[in-house]
C-alpha cells in the first residue's frame, strides 16, 4: 500500500535536514515526503529542492492568497497517489520514530485515522509552559463530545486517501482532524496512539501567548457552530486507545 509523507513548511530551512534524516532512519517503507510550503522566504524552498535530488522528497509551492495548514494537506495529498498519507510537522515537535506506530493500524485495517495523542496514556508535553498545557487540554476536552478522541487538535496523524478527501476538503486551518472526525463520524474508524511532543529545538516558535488564545477562541468558535448546527444527536463512538505496555 503507497504511502507518502506530507510535511506543511513555513520558514522551517534548520529542521528539514534533520527531519529527512529521522524519517529515513525509521525505515518506514514510504514512497515520498511531500513538503507543502506557504510562502518561506528562509532558504526552505532551496533546501528542500536541494534534498530532492538525492533522497524520496518534493516540493510543493504555494504562493497565493488561499494558504494555511488544512489547503496544504489537501494540496499535498492531490499531489500524490499514495493510498495513506501521514501527517506530521516540520519542526521535529511530532516524533518520526513513531510514524510506524501511526500505522500499523491502518496498514492492518483496523483503523482509517490514526491520531498521535498528546493526552492518552503514555503521551505527553514535557516542555510546554502550564498556560499553553491548560489551553490545549481545555480545547480538547471541550470537542471531546464531538469526537470522542481525547486529541482531535493534533497535527500528527495516519490516515487512509479516500477518508482525507471525502471528509477534510472543507476544514479550514487547524481544524482539519477535528472536521475529518465530526463529518466522518458516522463511518471512520479512528485510533489514538500516544506521544511525546517536544518543542522545536531549531527556529523561531510561531506559538505566543497571544497566538494561543487566538487559536483557542478560532477552535472554541468552531466547536460552538458544530453543536448549534445539530450535528450531537447520536454521539461518536470513542476512539480506541492503543497504549504501550
Known amino acids: ?22 524519517i529515513e ?13 506557504d510562502g518561506s522566504i528562509d532558504g526552505t524552498r532551496e533546501k528542500i529542492r536541494a534534498l530532492a535530488t538525492a533522497h524520496r522528497v518534493c516540493l510543493i509551492e504555494r504562493d497565493g492568497p488561499e494558504r494555511g495548514l488544512a489547503g496544504a494537506i489537501i494540496a499535498g495529498a492531490n499531489a500524490s497517489s499514495a493510498d495513506v498519507f501521514v501527517v506530521m510537522d516540520a519542526d521535529l515537535s511530532h516524533p518520526p520514530e513513531e510514524i510506524a506506530s501511526l500505522l500499523q493500524p491502518v496498514l492492518a485495517n483496523d483503523a482509517d485515522l490514526v491520531i498521535g495523542s498528546r493526552y492518552v496514556p503514555g503521551g505527553a508535553t514535557p516542555d510546554w509552559p502550564a498556560w499553553r498545557r491548560f489551553l490545549s487540554r481545555v480545547a480538547s476536552a471541550l470537542a471531546y463530545p464531538l469526537t470522542g478522541v481525547h486529541d482531535s487538535m493534533g497535527g500528527f496523524f495516519a490516515i487512509r486517501r479516500e477518508f482525507l478527501l471525502r471528509f477534510a476538503k472543507q476544514a479550514a486551518g487547524f481544524k482539519i482532524v477535528f472536521e475529518t472526525i465530526v463529518r ?4 471512520l474508524r479512528v485510533r489514538e496512539v500516544p506521544i ?22 478560532a477552535w472554541l468558535r468552531a466547536i460552538g457552530r458544530r453543536l448549534t448546527e445539530g450535528k450531537t444527536s447520536a454521539p461518536p463512538v470513542p476512539a480506541q486507545r492503543l497504549f504501550r505496555d
Not at 531549531?202 to 487566538?214: E, I, N, P, V, Y
Request: charged share 25%.
Open 1 to 22: 500500500m503507497p504511502i507518502a509523507i506530507i510535511v506543511p513548511t513555513l520558514e522551517e530551512v534548520d529542521n528539514i535536514v534533520p527531519l529527512v534524516e529521522q
Open 25 to 37: 532512519q525509521t525505515n518506514v517503507p514510504f514512497g515520498e515526503i511531500i513538503f507543502v510550503d
Open 184 to 187: 466522518g463520524r458516522k463511518t
Open 196 to 217: 511525546v511532543f517536544r518543542d522545536r529545538a531549531r527556529g523561531m516558535s510561531k506559538m505566543s501567548f497571544a497566538q494561543a488564545m487566538r487559536f483557542a477562541l
